[in-house]
Each structure stands twice: as C-alpha cells, then as structure tokens.
C-alpha cells in the first residue's frame, strides 16, 4: 500500500513541494506534488535525490574513538556532554547552526545558547551576509525586463530558473556573471560575463544595463564585499535583489543569527572549547586542520560523514523527513510542512536534545 504524504523539499532554499512515497513504512520515492504553487507540478532531479538523505545513516547515540564510531546510548552520551558543559564557561562554547534546521528548532537552539550565556551562536552563511533590504518576490521574476543571474541558477535552482525561462519568453534579457565558464545558465544567456575570483570591476560592466524593470538572482557571491556592492548596484539602479541559498531554511536562519564567513568560523571555533553543531557538515567549508583536536566536539546529525569521524560524541537527531515544521524560502514565504517519512526508530529529535541539555 502507498502512501503519499506533502513536504517542502530540503535540497536548496526556493522552496518546492514535495511528495514522499512510502509503502509499508519504508520511504522507497518522490513524486512532484502537482498543486504546489512555487515548482506546479515539477521537482528537479537535485530534489527527487532528497531522498538519499535517508540512506546512510547514524542511527543511534554514539562516541568516537580514533576515527571510529561506537554505538552508545543517551545517558552515556548525555552525560559526557554535561561534564564538559560544566567544564567551561560560557565564552567557551560555540553553536554552529545551519539553514537545515526548521525556523522552531533554531528558535530552541537560541534559546539554550541565551540560558548559557552563550553568545557565539551563528551559522556559516556561505559568504553572504545577514541583510535587511526587501527580497524579490518569484512573481517579480516573471515581470522582469533584464534578470542579472550570479552564478549557475539553471543548475543548482532549476525551478527557479524555470521562471527565468518563462520571462525570457517574454523577451526578458538574461545576463549572468560567474566565475565558472560553460555553466547552464550561462550557455542560455543573452550575455555572459566571466569575473575572476570577486565581482569586483564587473560591476561597472552591467552597471547602465539594470534599472526598475531589473532583477538581480545570486545563488554565490565570493566574499561579503560582494554581496554589499550587488546591494549598492540594486539601489543605484532601482533593480530588486534576490539572494538564493543552498539550504531550505537558510533565509529563516538568516533572520534569527548571526551569518559567519569562513574567517569568523574559524576564529570562533579557536576560541571555543565545546562546539555543538547542529545539522551541518562543516567540511564544506572547513579543512580538517581547521578543526580537528581543537574543541570537544558534540556533532547533532545522522549524517555519516567525514566530519562525524572527527567528532567526539554524535547524536543523530531527526532527518528531515521525521521533523514538522517551518522553513522560511528566499522570498521569505515560511510553509510548513508536518512529517512525510515514518522512519521507525527512537531517536530524540533536536528540540528534545536540547531539552535534556538545558
Ligand atoms: S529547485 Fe530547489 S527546492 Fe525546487 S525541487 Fe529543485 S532542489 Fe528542490
């Protein structure tokens, strides 16, 4: 018997529904979900992977010893947490959080960090910045007269970028800028502009070509310089700024912590002696030097990875499929979304491990 249940996709931050296919309580696909208004009916293949997600998990509390993962229980763990908790002082823990937790699990996340005292709570934001101008919406998309797309949107947010199409239509003109050459979107662009590490003097080479009929989309920007000279660029010219993230909740992250660039990151964890991370792989942006032996570890993920090798306690937490909750998008939509796999096992979820932290 199958059995069809709604959720927003994981897999970037645009938003999409997406149906989770189950027969006798095991997740075995996806399917579009056809009435959703952001994708209507179609899914990319980055968001029908989601579900390998599933594969290869953590499934029960664990320690690691020499690289090796030991299964333990909660109490084992709990514990060893707690001591090292009661070890250090506040200015000695740091929270890495990520776009991958619901808007509910990083408001509880905040809240043990505030009953800490703990002030080094923040996420890595992928170079862009915690940002306060008004978002582009996805209809503006539509009535745009020339979209300036960073970086490769037809790849990595094809939903989006189905948008894009729609408005080239109608005779929208798509200029992209990327550091990558032969991109997707470049290949389908009216123009493409190659820059070399930062956008830097590019700029000035779009700078007459945008004005209130414009709409800038970056899915990567080098470095925060660059994303405040693509603010200024919007506002010069009266364009709308869209920034489009990797992560489902990357937005709701945004609006609630602080966003580190790979410096601050890595200042914070050298000043840290326990490090939480919660639902993120820090390897993607950080070398093993950059981490390993410098904090006592507590790695909240089921993800089997390099990262958890490195980690001294993991606890897995929920996958995605197993949570209820609210993702915010890159317009800033928040949909919520209730549990769409029944994973069969009894791991606590993030807000409960926190719970019992606190
Ligand atoms: S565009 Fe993004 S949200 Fe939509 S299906 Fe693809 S990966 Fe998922």
Redesign the pocket.
């Known amino acids: 018997m199958l059995d069809i249940k709604h959720t927003i996709?994981?897999?970037?931050?645009?938003?999409?529904g997406?149906n989770i296919v189950s027969k006798d309580g095991a997740v075995v696909g996806t399917y579009p979900y056809k009435r959703h208004p952001?994708?209507e009916g179609?899914?990319?293949l980055?968001?029908?992977n989601?579900i390998l997600q599933f594969d290869n998990q953590i499934e029960n509390p664990s320690i690691v010893k020499n690289g090796e993962l030991e299964e333990s229980d909660y109490e084992t763990v709990f514990k060893l947490i707690k001591d090292q908790l009661a070890s250090i002082d506040a200015s000695e823990l740091a929270i890495i959080c990520s776009g991958n937790s619901t808007n509910e699990e990083l408001d509880r996340i905040k809240e043990f960090a505030d009953g800490f005292g703990c002030e080094k709570i923040g996420f890595y934001g992928y170079n862009f910045p915690n940002f306060a101008v008004d978002v582009a919406s996805y209809d503006d998309i539509a009535g745009a007269k020339t979209i300036l797309a960073i970086g490769d949107i037809y790849r990595e947010?094809?939903?989006?970028a189905r948008r894009i199409v729609l408005s080239k239509e109608n005779g929208a003109c798509l200029i992209n800028l990327d550091d990558v050459e032969k991109s997707i979107t470049s290949l389908n662009a009216d123009e493409f502009i190659q820059f070399d590490g930062h956008l830097g003097d590019k700029i000035d080479a779009v700078k007459g070509k945008l004005d209130e009929n414009s709409i800038i989309i970056a899915n990567k920007v080098c470095c925060k310089d660059d994303f405040a000279l693509l603010e200024s660029l919007a506002g010069e010219n009266g364009a709308k700024l869209l920034p489009v993230f990797n992560a489902?909740n990357m937005k709701g992250a945004m609006n609630k912590l602080d966003s580190w660039d790979v410096e601050e990151v890595k200042n914070i964890i050298g000043d840290s002696k326990v490090l939480i991370v919660v639902k993120d792989n820090p390897f993607e942006y950080l070398s093993k030097d950059d981490i390993k032996g410098k904090a006592f570890i507590v790695n909240i993920s089921n993800e089997d990875n390099a990262f958890a090798k490195i980690s001294d306690v993991i606890l897995p937490g929920k996958s995605w499929g197993e949570k209820a909750g609210t993702f915010t998008n890159c317009e800033g939509l928040e949909q919520s979304f209730d549990i769409s796999a029944e994973i069969e096992n009894d791991n606590l979820g993030e807000v409960e491990i926190l719970d019992e932290l606190a």
């Open positions: 996709c994981p897999s970037c931050s645009v938003g999409c997406l952001i994708n179609k899914n990319c980055n968001g029908r989601s947010n094809p939903l989006l489902p």
